[in-house]
């Protein structure tokens, strides 16, 4: 974990540093060539400064240890931060689809950049695709939805520099201000609906869910596994940062001693240490065969994975 958090970091600075440069240069640019487009990009590169503050911050909570206030760790400040830059991006997008309508509603001018204008956009487009691509990289290496989630963002920051130079070309060839208008229209619907799939996707997190049934299944088939247990069921698996705490009762013979049912509750940890990978803790509670209740099934049991 200490490894993981310091490649957060590092990746969070280089965002940092990359969209101070880029945020200067768009800004500077667009002033100097009468771009307005151009200096809001500018400006929503000062946003990706902010959201990589963020990163930057979650990184340092994550890598404090266990306490008394939160014996599980601090893993879930990721899953927070990844949601506030959710929510940047919608406000982001929100903005951008206000500001495209309204010009559309009343039919305001469109500036076009000059050549100065258009060679701050292209640096913009390859920086920041470097930049996305080197935090993709990060986030599935490290298994990082923060990072992830910053990825996306540089990538809708690519689409949005590329739309606002593509858009303005193609004004400048037809004389068609309009196009710029339209481009900007549809990016600002492609951010809305992936600042909302980052929400989906950190909310089921926040609320413990867990959409991958595959794991579940690979729990059942580690506890048949061990002989003398059976039965598994109230099994829940939510996740922390990266890592799987795991809860679930099985059922043992219960004319065996207390020592024996203990040996066949670690012989059940490890066989699901072997079959899931990065556990952070696991809960194996021990019942007398034939005495689970119906009521008592909270979590999942074989049958009830199947009927999903």
Request: aromatic share 4%; net charge negative; hydrophobic share 45%.
């Given at each position: 974990m200490d490894e993981r958090t310091r490649k957060i970091k590092r990746a969070s600075w280089l965002g940092i540093m990359g969209n101070a440069f880029?945020?200067?240069?768009?800004?500077?640019?667009g002033f100097y060539a009468n771009s307005l487009a151009l200096v809001g990009d500018g400006i929503d590169s000062l946003s990706d400064i902010v959201t990589s503050l963020i990163?930057?911050?979650?990184?340092?909570?994550?890598?404090a240890p266990p306490d008394r206030e939160h014996p599980w760790g601090h893993g879930r400040a990721e899953t927070i931060a990844t949601r506030m830059i959710g929510f940047?991006?919608?406000?982001?997008?929100?903005?951008?689809?206000?500001?495209?309508?309204?010009?559309?509603?009343?039919?305001?001018?469109?500036?076009?950049?000059?050549?100065?204008?258009?060679?701050a956009a292209l640096i913009s487009i390859i920086l920041k695709t470097i930049l996305a691509a080197y935090k993709g990289i990060m986030g599935r290496q490290l298994e990082s939805s923060l990072l992830i989630a910053d990825a996306r963002n540089m990538?809708?920051?690519v689409f949005l520099s590329t739309a606002v130079l593509l858009g303005l070309l193609i004004s400048h060839l037809t004389g068609l201000p309009l196009f710029d208008r339209i481009i900007a229209l549809l990016l600002s619907i492609y951010i809305l609906i992936s600042a909302i799939g980052i929400f989906r996707e950190s909310g089921s997190e926040l609320m413990d869910g867990m959409e991958d049934p595959d794991l579940y299944k690979r729990l059942f088939d580690a506890v048949d596994l061990v002989p003398g247990a059976s039965n598994p069921h109230r099994c829940r698996i939510r996740k922390i940062s990266t890592l799987y705490d795991i809860d679930l009762d099985i059922e043992v013979d219960?004319?065996?001693?207390?020592?024996?049912?203990?040996?066949?509750?670690?012989?059940?940890?490890?066989?699901?240490?072997?079959?899931?990978?990065?556990?952070?803790?696991?809960?194996?509670?021990?019942?007398?065969?034939?005495?689970?209740?119906?009521?008592?099934?909270?979590?999942?049991?074989?049958?009830?994975?199947?009927?999903?």
């Open positions: 880029l945020s200067l240069l768009k800004i500077s640019a990163s930057l911050f979650a990184a340092r909570i994550m890598a940047a991006m919608f406000t982001a997008g929100f903005q951008l689809l206000l500001s495209t309508v309204r010009q559309l509603m009343s039919h305001e001018g469109s500036a076009l950049p000059g050549m100065a204008a258009m060679a990538r809708n920051d219960g004319n065996i001693t207390v020592s024996e049912s203990h040996h066949i509750a670690n012989q059940v940890e490890e066989a699901i240490r072997g079959k899931l990978p990065r556990i952070f803790d696991i809960m194996v509670h021990v019942e007398p065969a034939g005495t689970s209740r119906e009521e008592e099934q909270y979590g999942l049991s074989p049958g009830g994975l199947e009927e999903k």
